[in-house]
């Protein structure tokens, strides 16, 4: 089964902060996690859901 949660080009390669896997709206971005989840406690979000956006055609498995 194939469940896709960020499906904007922009954020290929980079590790992006939504709220829960309801919420998949990108609260931050970034290329580190770090760096990503500074941005998102920045913004409000105490426990960020933190995910890596493969390049195209790069398969991750979790």
């Known amino acids: 089964m194939e469940q896709v949660l ?3 080009k922009k954020y290929q390669g980079q590790y992006v902060a939504v709220k829960n896997m309801e919420d998949t709206k990108v609260i931050a971005s970034g290329r580190t996690l770090k760096i ?3 941005k ?4 409000g979000l105490e426990n960020p859901l933190l995910i890596y956006v493969p390049e195209k055609d790069t ?3 979790y």
């Open 6 to 8: 960020i499906k904007e």
């Open 36 to 38: 990503t989840f500074q």
């Open 40 to 43: 998102a406690v920045k913004k």
């Open 59 to 61: 398969v991750h498995i």
